[in-house]
C-alpha cells in the first residue's frame, strides 16, 4: 500500500542532505513500534517539485513524495501519526494525503527509481558499495529482495532484480547521509517473478538502507 504526500511551500531554503530530516519524520509519525527494525518492509521517495539554487532546494508551491509499506498495519500507524503531528521541517508540513492500492502486476516490470539505489556488501571488514557498472550488482539486489520476501513469510523463489541497460538517463553519484559518503545508482530496473513478488519490490523498494530513503521505486 502506498500513500502520496503533498506538502505546503517552504518557508527556507531546503538543503540537499535534507535525507536524514526526512527519515526523522518518518520515525515521529510512527512512533514506538515494531516497524523499526533491523530490515525495513518500506520505503519512501525524495521530495520532488523543487527548484534547486545555489545553497539548497526552494519548494514554492509544495513538495510532493510517497510512502510504502507491505504491511498495511504500517500505512495506518502512519497516517495516523501524520494526522496528529503533519509538520515535517523548512516551512513543509503535509497538506493531503492519498492512498494508494497496490496495483495488479504482472510477471515482470520496469520500474523507475523514487530514490537512487543503494547496495552494500561488507567485505573483509570493510563496506563496498555496487554500482550497476558491477557484474555483481544484479545478485546483490536479488539477495536482499529474496531476504525481505522471506522476512515477510513469503516465496522468495524464481525472483530476479537487475538494472536495466535500456535506461538511458542512469547516473552513479555521491550522496551523503549524516556526513557519510554513499555510492548510489539512479537507473531503472527490471524485475521479474510472481505477481504477488512484483506488488511487494513496489511497496518495500530494492537495495539496502529503503528505511533511510534509497531505494524506492516508482
Same mark, same amino acid.
Not at 515521529?28 to 513500534?33: A, R, V
Not at 497516517?79 to 502486476?105: H, Y
Not at 531476504?147 to 538494472?163: S, Y
Not at 559518503?181 to 511497496?203: D, H
Given at each position: ?89 523548512? %516551512? !513543509?508540513?503535509?497538506?493531503? /494525503?492519498?492512498?494508494?492500492? +497496490? =496495483? ?5 516490470? #520496469? ?41 515477510? %513469510? !513469503?516465496?522468495?523463489?524464481? /525472483?530476479?532484480?537487475?538494472? +536495466? =541497460? ?5 547516473? #552513479? ?41 534509497? %531505494?524506492?521505486?516508482?
Amino acid at each position: 500500500m502506498r500513500i502520496h504526500l503533498t506538502t505546503t511551500p517552504s518557508k527556507t531554503i531546503v538543503p540537499f542532505n535534507y535525507q536524514p530530516v526526512l527519515t526523522g519524520t518518518m520515525h515521529k509519525w510512527l512512533g514506538d513500534n515494531p516497524f523499526h527494525d533491523t530490515i525495513s518492509l518500506y520505503s519512501f521517495s525524495w521530495l520532488n517539485g523543487g527548484e534547486i539554487t545555489k545553497k539548497g532546494m526552494q519548494f514554492l508551491n509544495g513538495a510532493s513524495f510517497f510512502i510504502s509499506g507491505y504491511n498495511p498495519a504500517f500505512v495506518k500507524e502512519l497516517v495516523n501519526g501524520i494526522r496528529k503531528d503533519p509538520d515535517i521541517a523548512f %516551512g !513543509l508540513s503535509v497538506n493531503e /494525503i492519498m492512498i494508494q492500492e +497496490d =496495483p495488479q502486476f504482472g510477471h515482470e516490470r #520496469i520500474f523507475h527509481p523514487g530514490s537512487p539505489i543503494f547496495i552494500k556488501r561488507s567485505i573483509e571488514g570493510k563496506d563496498y558499495h555496487y554500482t550497476w557498472e558491477d557484474p555483481e550488482a544484479n545478485v546483490c539486489l536479488t539477495e536482499t529482495l529474496q531476504h525481505k520476501l522471506r522476512k515477510a %513469510g !513469503l516465496d522468495d523463489k524464481n /525472483i530476479r532484480v537487475g538494472f +536495466d =541497460p535500456d535506461y538511458r538517463n542512469r547516473k #552513479i553519484k555521491t550522496i551523503y547521509y549524516n556526513k557519510i559518503g554513499n555510492k548510489v545508482n539512479m537507473s531503472a530496473v527490471k524485475i521479474t517473478g510472481s505477481p504477488e513478488q512484483l506488488a511487494f519490490a513496489w511497496n518495500v523498494g530494492v537495495g539496502n538502507s529503503t528505511g533511510i530513503g534509497f %531505494g524506492a521505486l516508482k
